[in-house]
């Protein structure tokens, strides 16, 4: 069975930082993109922030220059640094990745969510 599990979330202070990671565990034969989506209350599930296979990156405007993304994918796992936290950054934080699993084929994942919230 194939799972993503995000941590790293927490309660913070306007200006702080909080590294979100999200590891999948599973029989993975390869994983292609991956990134970090959040949803706050009453509204959509928004992108934060992509990653491709080779390291390419893409990112909200909201978050630009504040959040960064990043992978390992010897640990198949995908981080985001998060600095400069404003308030209105308060959501649940979904990881997904595209994984192409052993004898089944590329799908897409998500986990299970971790709550970020920021205090003014």
């Known amino acids: 069975q194939v799972q993503l599990v995000e941590s790293g979330g927490g309660l913070v202070q306007a200006g702080g930082s909080l590294r979100l990671s999200c590891a999948a565990s599973?029989?993975?034969?390869?994983?292609?993109?991956m990134g970090w989506y959040r949803q706050a209350p009453g509204k959509q599930r928004e992108l934060v922030a992509a990653?491709?296979?080779?390291?390419?990156?893409n990112y909200a405007d909201s978050v630009k220059g504040r959040f960064t993304i990043s992978r390992d994918n010897a640990k198949n796992t995908v981080y985001l640094q998060m600095n400069s936290l404003k308030p209105e950054d308060t959501a649940v934080y979904y990881c997904?990745?595209?994984?192409?699993?052993?004898?089944?084929?590329?799908?897409?994942?998500w986990g299970q969510g971790t709550q970020v919230t920021v205090s003014s």
């Open positions: 599973g029989r993975i034969f390869s994983i292609n993109g």
């Open positions: 990653i491709t296979s080779g390291g390419s990156t």
């Open positions: 997904n990745a595209e994984l192409w699993v052993v004898s089944t084929g590329w799908d897409d994942y």
